[in-house]
Nanobody, 120 residues
Framework: VQLEESGGGLVRAGSSLRLSCATSGSTDSIALMGWYRQAPGKQRELVASIRTGDDNTNYQDFVKGRFTISRDNAKNTLFLQMNSLKPEDSAVYYC??????????????WGQGTQVSVAS
């Protein structure tokens, strides 16, 4: 599975951005997809996730009501719509895919990340 993020940039507080994650390879084996972020000096943290079987979504409290995770199955693309951005949302955002092929433990795949910077 290969993942490639795009859509990051520098915006002002209160603005919106939409991140995209193009997936390729054995996409049928992906069980869960998510967006993580990592700010300088901090650990990588989960932002939101979506289960591919039923599109059940999960959000961290700090983005609830502002961010929306979705996917276009036909285009094998994952999205993160980010509204009302705050300076504390500044981080490198990573796309994640969890593959469960039934032959062992789940495997994590990561994209290279895309920088989001929010100016006050």
């Amino acid at each position: 599975v290969q993942l490639e993020e795009s859509g990051g940039g520098l915006v002002r507080a209160g603005s919106s951005l939409r991140l995209s994650c193009a997936t390729s390879g054995s996409t049928d084996s992906i069980a869960l997809m998510g967006w993580y972020r990592q700010a300088p000096g901090k650990q990588r943290e989960l932002v939101a996730s979506i289960r591919t079987g039923d599109d059940n979504t999960n959000y961290q409290d700090f983005v609830k009501g502002r961010f929306t995770i979705s996917r276009d199955n036909a285009k094998n693309t994952l999205f993160l719509q980010m509204n009302s951005l705050k300076p504390e949302d500044s981080a490198v955002y990573y796309c994640n895919a969890v593959v469960n092929n039934g032959r062992g433990p789940p495997i994590d795949y990561w994209g290279q990340g895309t920088q989001v910077s929010v100016a006050s």
